[in-house]
């Protein structure tokens, strides 16, 4: 089974760019399948990961960012293939 790891923040006003390299120098104990970071407007950042494990597996996920750079907590979600 194939599951991906949704992580979205939203940074603080103008500091969206900060965010992203943040995001992006974040390494993970396993490396997934497949990882890809968007950014969107409104300095909102999202990384997906993809894994071969069950649904409900233990995997490694991007950490909190310190709380002086986002304007909110992190959103996360899992989701799995379907045919």
Request: charged share 30%; aromatic share 10%.
């Amino acid at each position: 089974m194939t599951v991906a790891l949704m992580w979205e923040a939203r940074a603080v006003e103008g500091r969206g760019e900060e965010l992203l390299a943040w995001a992006r120098a974040q390494e993970l104990d396993v490396p997934p399948l497949r990882r890809e970071t968007f950014r969107a407007p409104q300095d909102r950042v999202l990384v997906i990961t993809w894994w071969d494990a069950e649904f409900d597996a233990v995997l490694p996920e991007l950490p909190e960012p310190d709380g002086e750079l986002v304007s909110r907590a992190v959103h996360r979600w899992r989701f799995e293939t379907v045919g």
